[in-house]
């Protein structure tokens, strides 16, 4: 049998090759954790997002009972009063007079 093996080869690497393997190998390895800080910036991006659509219907929710209870304020004020408002009427004057006149 004969003997197929590959014949060696030798390469004699400088200084300055070592050095340009270095650097490419460190830009892989940078490139690679910007990749994975892409990643992460995505995934708070996304969390950020599911939070602002959490909290504005919220926003929103506290502003419409924050109106309704100032309509009920105003509302109210002016139901339970409006004879001080706007004095009493004919007919409640009326009617105050005969209660007086009825009991003297």
């Keep these: 049998m004969t003997d197929t093996a590959a014949p060696e080869i030798k390469v004699t690497l ?21 990749k994975q800080k892409q990643q992460e910036v995505a995934e708070s991006s996304i969390s950020l997002k599911n939070a602002f659509d959490a909290v504005i219907p919220s926003a929103v929710i506290l502003k419409v009972v924050e109106f309704g209870q100032e309509v009920l304020q105003t509302s109210s004020t002016s139901i339970d009063s409006p004879g001080a408002k706007i004095g009493p009427s004919p007919r409640s004057a009326q009617a105050l007079k005969e209660r007086v006149l009825t009991i003297s």
């Design 14 to 34: 400088t200084a300055e090759d070592r050095g340009v393997a270095a650097a490419i190998k460190e830009l892989g390895n940078q490139l690679s954790q910007l």
